[in-house]
């Protein structure tokens, strides 16, 4: 059993758990940090009762929150958010730049003497600590007296706290439930021991924290129970976990099409028909992608693979399924299968696509701040790829029934397409999707007008 963080995405958990098999180890299976502790929490708690739990994960790098409910021996994972670059450091730097303030220190001086800047690091990770049972903490180096009190840093790392706070306020949001709907509050981590994180915590909760198990040894616990539950010791207690990011394939446009949504318990499975758009048409590339964002130039590309061997056919009559699979690992296989030949060609994601922590805790808040203008964007390539396709069709109606179409309404067609081809130039929505009504709303008595001639001359000199 390897615990990971929260945030960790598909490329990472498959990376671990290689690493963990190339140690030699029998790696059962991987499970996210908050939801460990969550187990190690619930040993006392009754079957019959049915609670929800936020664990409140504070480490020395990452912060992540987790909405959990339970109920029957079963831990559900509802939502969970977090930043994998906020942590006890970040307490650290805030005491750093405070006494370089004081000494006036710069960044550059205190690497040109790493004996000093060394020295004053180490020092503040003591004062932290020391100021989470004691009022005021004061150290000499170098003839210089390194002192700060309780309510200093704690108006120093204040931001950061309530930085933690706002994302429970997202995880709350994420799992529908409001804070007085939380009946107990785990804190996990060493930095949980500052009073100011207790205590906001505490506030925003409205309880107080459960934190009789020790911070630092409480995913250990927690993981060593999953283990136990695995190796078929205990049947008590079930664990769902849940994918902390959507996973989707680019479709026509640069759209971001979501197969398994963020927060889906695994394991899970998820399947949509596709078919080509190009007459003809026999491979079909499939990208896929993981984020939030609806474009998906702003997401992560995890891999992609062609589907050989489609029989030419119309375009829009192949059926094509795409089928996502998440193992209790949350590690991804994509399959893709032509209905009606049977042809196929699956993927699974490897951990070969880099992207820094910092940029993979972004991606959640990125959605969250840009959410109109990708709601707009996702509108007008909506509406760009539909007047495409109409274009394309009536071209098609007009070359397969020019003889039956009389001169005045080929003409008004090709007029209504111009107007059609102006308005996918012009980038404006309202535009587009008036010029696709216009030709709709002319071609279609036409086309039921040609079917019932196609059909009359396809019935002649027959008996029904």
């Avoid at 799992?175 to 207790?198: Q, Y």
């Avoid at 993927?347 to 840009?370: C, F, P, Q, R, V």
């Avoid at 059609?420 to 535009?431: I, Q, W």
Wanted: glycine letters at 8%; hydrophobic letters at 40%; proline letters at 3%.
């Amino acid at each position: 059993m390897i615990t990971v963080p929260a945030y960790f995405n598909d490329a990472q958990r498959q990376a671990t758990r290689d690493a963990g098999k190339l140690a030699g180890l029998d790696v059962l299976r991987i499970v996210n940090e908050p939801t460990a502790a969550s187990l190690a929490y619930g040993l006392g708690l009754k079957r019959d009762e049915v609670q929800n739990i936020a664990v409140y994960d504070l480490g020395g790098g990452t912060f992540d929150i987790s909405i959990l409910h339970l109920e029957d021996g079963i831990f559900d994972v509802l939502s969970t958010h977090g930043d994998t670059f906020l942590g006890g450091d970040d307490f650290d730097k805030c005491i750093i730049d405070y006494w370089s303030s004081v000494y006036n220190f710069s960044e550059q001086s205190l690497k040109e003497d790493p004996a000093l800047g060394q020295g004053i690091r180490l020092l503040a990770e003591q004062a932290k600590k020391q100021l989470s049972e004691k009022e005021y903490f004061s150290h000499t180096i170098a003839d210089r007296v390194f002192s700060i009190d309780r309510n200093t840093f704690e108006s120093l790392i204040s931001p950061l706290v309530e930085k933690t706070i706002q994302m429970c306020r997202l995880a709350l949001k994420d799992a529908g439930l409001k804070s007085e709907e939380i009946d107990h509050v785990v804190l996990v981590g060493g930095s949980t021991r500052v009073p100011l994180v207790k205590k906001e915590i505490q506030k925003f909760f409205g309880k107080e924290a459960y934190d009789k198990v020790n911070p630092d040894e409480v995913v250990a616990l927690g993981a060593a129970i999953q283990a136990d539950i695995l190796a078929g010791n205990r049947s008590d207690l079930l664990l769902l976990d849940i994918t902390p990011l959507s996973l989707g394939i680019e479709t026509l446009g640069g759209l971001m099409d979501v197969i398994i949504p963020r927060n889906t318990k695994v394991p899970a499975g998820a399947g949509r028909q596709y078919t080509t758009s190009v007459d003809g048409q026999t491979k079909l590339r499939i990208s896929v992608y993981q984020g939030e964002r609806d474009l998906v130039r702003y997401n992560r590309k995890l891999g992609e693979f062609i589907l050989k061997g489609i029989p030419p056919m119309p375009a829009g009559i192949p059926k094509i399924e795409v089928r996502f699979i998440t193992d209790a690992d949350g590690i991804l296989t994509v399959k893709a299968k032509e209905l009606r030949s049977g042809t196929e060609a699956q993927i699974e994601i490897k951990s070969t696509y880099g992207i820094s922590e910092e940029e993979m805790a972004a991606m959640l808040l990125d959605s969250i701040h840009n959410a109109g203008e990708d709601r707009d964007a996702k509108a007008l390539q909506e509406a760009v790829n539909e007047g495409q396709y109409i274009l394309a069709s009536s071209k098609k109606f007009i070359t397969q029934n020019s003889e039956i179409l009389d001169a005045g309404d080929l003409h008004q067609i090709s007029n209504l397409s111009e107007k059609l081809d102006d308005a996918l130039l012009s980038g404006d929505k309202d535009k587009i999707n008036l010029a696709i009504e216009n030709l709709n709303q002319f071609t279609a008595p036409l086309a039921h007008k040609v079917m019932d001639i196609r059909i009359k001359e396809a019935l002649s000199g027959k008996t029904v």
